[in-house]
C-alpha cells in the first residue's frame, strides 16, 4: 500500500492538531503557513473537557499542564453589582464530573505546544512563509502548488487537501466555492492586564462573567504569563478591522459599573478585533474538505471556537487514514459534525442576546440564574462537555 500523504493549509490549531491526529495512524502531512513563523492572534483561551479528551489522545496533556490554569469557579455578575449572582463550580467538580479539566490558558501557548509536539514527529514536516497556493486535479489525486515568500515554488501531489486557513479561508471560497464570512455585527476589544493590578477587582481563582446592556465582559488570569486576558464585548453596525486603541469603544453607562471602570483604567493597549461568523452546508469537495474556523468560524460566547476545531481533527483523522477514497471520509466526517457544530453554534448566539439583555428583561434573567444555582451548567452543558471525540 502506498503511504498516505496530506497537505494542511494553516498551522494554527486546527492544521497543528490535524497534522497531530493524522500522524497517530502513520499519515505523513506538510502543513502550509503564511506567517514567517508559528503565530497566533488573539490572547485567551478556554479549553473544555471535550477538547481535553482530544488532546490527551494525541500525548500533549502533560505539555499544556504548565501553561494552563484551572479555574475554580465562574463569577457572574450583573451590572454594578458588588457580589456575584453565582458561582459556577469548576476546579476539582469539574475534573471529578468529566475525568478531565477545564482550562484557561494563551493561544500562543496552545499552538507553540502543539508545534513543538510537531516537531518531535518526522511523519509532519511545516513550511512558513507560503505567499500563494493552488490545488488542482481536486475530484481526483490533488496536485498543490505552492509559492514561498522567496519565489520559490514547489508541486506536489497528496492523497487529501485540508483547510485549516480560518475565518478567511480561501480552500473554502476559491476550491469548495464556498460563502465569505460574514460580520457578525459583535465586536471584542481585547487586552492583558498585569496581575498584580486585579488582585482588589476580581477573584484571581476564577473566571469573571460581567454582564451590561448591550456588553458583557470576560477575564481569568493566565497565571504562568502573569497577566489577566481581559475581553468586552460589543455591537458595532460597522467595523474598521483589526487594530490598536487606547480606549475600548464600549457604551457610556460602563463607567456606572465601578469594576469595569477600573479594568478600563488599567491599560491603554486594546486589540479592537470584529467577530465575523461562517456557516455554509459543504465541507468538502472532492479530496478537498475544511476543518476548524475555515468550515465554521462561530462567536465565542461559549468558548468553544477552538475546541469544535480540535474535536474536528482527530475524528477526520481515521477517517482520511482507513478510506481509500478521501471523498468518502469527507463526506462521512461532515455527516458526523454538523449537527454537533451547528448546535454549538446557536448556543454560542443565544448566549450573546442572553449576556446583553436590557431591563426589564435583566431582572428575570438574574432572577433564573440565582435559582439554578451553582451546578445547573452541569446538566446544561453536559451534552457539550461529555462529548469524546476520541470515540
Same mark, same amino acid.
Given at each position: ?11 494554527g490549531?486546527a $492544521?497543528?492538531?490535524?497534522?497531530l ?10 502543513v502550509l503557513e503564511r506567517n514567517?513563523?508559528i503565530?497566533e492572534f488573539?490572547a485567551g483561551?478556554?479549553i473544555g473537557?471535550?477538547?481535553h479528551?482530544?488532546l490527551?489522545?494525541?500525548? /500533549?496533556?502533560k ?11 465562574v463569577?457572574i455578575?450583573s451590572?454594578t453589582?458588588n457580589? %456575584?449572582?453565582v ?9 471529578k464530573?468529566?475525568g478531565?479539566p477545564?482550562t484557561v490558558? +494563551?493561544?500562543?501557548?496552545?499552538v507553540?505546544?502543539?508545534y ?10 511545516v513550511? =512558513?512563509a507560503?505567499?500563494? =497556493?493552488?490545488?488542482?486535479n481536486?475530484?481526483k489525486?490533488?496536485t ?5 515568500v522567496d519565489?520559490?515554488t ?5 492523497f ?6 480560518g475565518v478567511?479561508?480561501?480552500?473554502r471560497t476559491?476550491?469548495?466555492?464556498g460563502?465569505?464570512?460574514k460580520?457578525?455585527?459583535?465586536? #471584542?476589544?481585547r487586552?492583558l492586564?498585569?496581575?498584580d ?7 484571581l481563582?476564577?473566571?469573571?462573567l460581567?454582564w451590561g446592556?448591550g456588553? +458583557?465582559a470576560?477575564a481569568y488570569?493566565l ?6 486576558n ?9 467595523s474598521?478591522?483589526f487594530?490598536i486603541?487606547?480606549t475600548p469603544?464600549?457604551p457610556?453607562?460602563?463607567? &456606572?459599573?465601578p ?5 478600563c483604567?488599567?491599560?491603554? &493597549?486594546?486589540t +479592537?478585533? %470584529?467577530l #465575523? #461568523?461562517?456557516?455554509?452546508p ?6 478537498v $474538505?475544511?476543518v ?6 462561530m462567536?465565542p460566547?461559549?468558548?468553544? $471556537?477552538?475546541?469544535m476545531g480540535i474535536e ?5 483523522? %481515521?477517517?482520511l ?7 468518502t #471520509?469527507?463526506?462521512?466526517y461532515?455527516n ?9 453554534a ?12 436590557? %431591563? ?5 434573567r438574574?432572577?433564573?440564574?440565582k /435559582?439554578? $444555582? &451553582? ?7 453536559s451534552? /457539550?462537555y461529555?462529548?469524546?471525540p476520541?470515540?
Open positions: 500500500m502506498t503511504e498516505k500523504f496530506i497537505v494542511i493549509a494553516g498551522a490549531i $492544521g497543528l492538531t490535524s497534522a491526529a493524522l500522524a497517530k495512524y502513520g499519515v505523513k502531512t506538510l514567517e513563523q503565530q488573539g483561551l478556554q473537557p471535550n477538547a479528551r482530544a490527551n489522545a494525541l500525548g /500533549i496533556e505539555a499544556l499542564k504548565p501553561v494552563s490554569f484551572e479555574p475554580e469557579g463569577d455578575y451590572f453589582q457580589k %456575584p449572582l458561582t459556577l463550580e469548576l476546579g476539582k467538580t469539574a475534573r464530573r468529566f478531565v477545564y490558558m +494563551h493561544r500562543a501557548d496552545m507553540e505546544t502543539l513543538a509536539a510537531c516537531k518531535k514527529n518526522k511523519l509532519i514536516d513550511e =512558513f507560503i505567499t500563494d =497556493f493552488e490545488i488542482s481536486i475530484d489525486s490533488p498543490v502548488k505552492y509559492k514561498k519565489g520559490e514547489q508541486e506536489l501531489s497528496c487529501a487537501f485540508i483547510g485549516a486557513d478567511g479561508s480561501i480552500t476559491k476550491y469548495l466555492n460563502v465569505q464570512a460580520y457578525s455585527g459583535y465586536v #471584542a476589544w487586552t492586564i498585569d496581575i493590578l486585579l488582585q482588589d477587582v476580581i477573584n481563582e476564577n473566571t469573571t460581567m446592556s456588553f +458583557h470576560v488570569p497565571k504562568h504569563r502573569n497577566v489577566v481581559v475581553a468586552f464585548f460589543t455591537k458595532e453596525t460597522m474598521v478591522g487594530g486603541s487606547e469603544n464600549l457610556i453607562s460602563m463607567k &456606572n459599573d469594576r469595569l471602570s477600573k479594568i483604567s488599567l491599560t491603554k &493597549n486594546w +479592537h478585533w %470584529p #465575523a #461568523a461562517v456557516k455554509t459543504y465541507w468538502h469537495k472532492g479530496s $474538505g475544511l476548524g474556523d475555515a468550515a465554521h468560524a462567536l460566547f461559549q468558548a468553544q $471556537g477552538a475546541a474536528d481533527a482527530v475524528i477526520l483523522a %481515521p477517517l487514514a482507513s478510506e481509500q477514497n478521501p471523498a #471520509a469527507f463526506n462521512i461532515q458526523k459534525r454538523q449537527e454537533r457544530v451547528n448546535r454549538v446557536k448556543t454560542s448566539q443565544s448566549n450573546g442576546k442572553i449576556f446583553h439583555m436590557t %431591563p426589564p428583561f435583566t431582572f428575570a438574574n432572577s433564573m440564574v /435559582i439554578q $444555582g &451553582n451546578m445547573n451548567h452541569y446538566s446544561r452543558l451534552w /457539550i461529555d462529548f469524546d476520541t470515540k
